[in-house]
């Protein structure tokens, strides 16, 4: 199958701080990406649909200006956790939907996010 | 979004088959049925995905009825690697989002 990236696999950081997380689909170009959000021992939740050369659209109760979500190639989408708190730590998934193969959303590994 | 049903989880041992059956009532007729697997800390991986009666891959096989309100993931002859959580997903045709449910803790044992 497609291969999805994701870069840092995990970070710590100091509450106040702002992280970046990337997304690269690797063998395939990505109109759309999506950004999960997981809980120990939860399922994953759904955060935002990343649309290239786009806004990205958010899940209701998703602050935008919190989570930065930015879709500039094909191939490449970042999330920003601004202002990061002790509850923004978390497992940041993202995945990508090949437009070949519209029906199947590839995953990247995850980033963990620790925020101290 | 097509909501889905499985059962929260399952146990079974090596080298047995394990089907594990997701309930999708209100599925749209462009719906696919798509199931992925997750072991801890890591992004799911896609094991199949099918749209009606049986679709059968090296990893698993995917049995849908006439009525599609349903499906069941078959794993034949299970090992202890297959201990993960399997989530049954029905993509929006349009928007391509997946929510996810809980999800089926499968846990093999020897």
């Known amino acids: 199958g497609a291969v999805v990236s994701q870069h840092p696999s995990r970070v710590i950081c100091k509450s106040g701080t702002s992280v970046k997380i990337e997304c690269r689909s690797l063998d395939f170009q990505a109109t759309t990406m999506f950004w999960y959000r997981q809980f120990p021992k939860q399922s994953l939740m759904l955060m935002a649909t990343s649309n290239e050369g786009s806004k990205a659209t958010y899940e209701q109760g998703v602050e935008k200006d919190k989570f930065l979500i930015n879709h500039a190639s094909l191939t490449l989408s970042t999330l920003t956790v601004t202002s990061a708190h002790p509850e923004d730590s978390s497992f940041y998934i993202c995945s990508a939907r090949d437009p070949w193969d519209t029906e199947t959303q590839y995953f990247g590994p995850g980033t963990r996010l620790l925020v101290l | 979004l097509a909501k889905t049903t499985q059962p929260i989880s399952m146990d079974s041992y090596e080298g047995q088959e394990v089907n594990i059956t997701c309930s999708h009532n209100n599925i749209a007729t462009n719906d696919y049925i798509t199931w992925y697997q997750q072991f801890p800390s890591q992004g799911p991986r896609f094991i199949i995905q099918?749209?009606?009666t049986k679709v059968t891959n090296e990893v698993a096989s995917l049995f849908i009825p006439a009525d599609r309100k349903s499906s069941t993931l078959s794993l034949p002859r299970v090992s202890l690697s297959d201990t993960a959580v399997y989530y049954c997903?029905?993509?929006?045709?349009?928007?391509?989002?997946?929510?996810f449910g809980q999800g089926t803790t499968l846990q093999v044992k020897p």
């Open positions: 099918g749209y009606k």
């Open positions: 997903l029905v993509p929006s045709s349009n928007t391509g989002k997946l929510i």
